[in-house]
């Protein structure tokens, strides 16, 4: 059997992104309350090494990652902590809310054999 390592699409998040914007109301902005962080895959021999970019994420408090079988799943939520200035302008790119990648590891894996660390707002 092949290894394989393949970023799996989150159809679910995909959906509520259809139907958020299907019956959102009429706004001069609409902003997306969910955010899918970039993600980097590859194999280093026979381990599997997934990284994400979550700045400003606090991991500890934050995030959850969990191995169900062949399937690596990191979830979790970047807070808005925002202020805006007394002349009510805002500007804001950088999105926030939850989150929900999974990766396939092509074969089952224990839970007790994932680690992981973050350094400099990567997992």
Known sequence: MRN???????????FESIIRQAFAPLAVEQVDT????AAEAH????????????PGVDV??????????????ISGERRDERTEDTEGRHLQEIRYGSFRRS????RPVSP????????????
């Open 4 to 14: 394989s390592l393949y970023l799996q699409r989150d159809p679910f998040r995909e």
């Open 34 to 37: 969910s955010f899918s962080p």
């Open 43 to 54: 194999r280093d021999g026979d381990d599997a090494v997934i990284r994400l970019e979550l």
């Open 60 to 73: 500890a408090k934050d995030v959850t990652v969990e191995v169900l079988a062949r399937e690596l799943v």
């Open 103 to 106: 990766f396939g590891l092509g």
């Open 112 to 123: 007790e054999s994932v680690t992981a660390t973050y350094d400099a707002g990567v997992l």
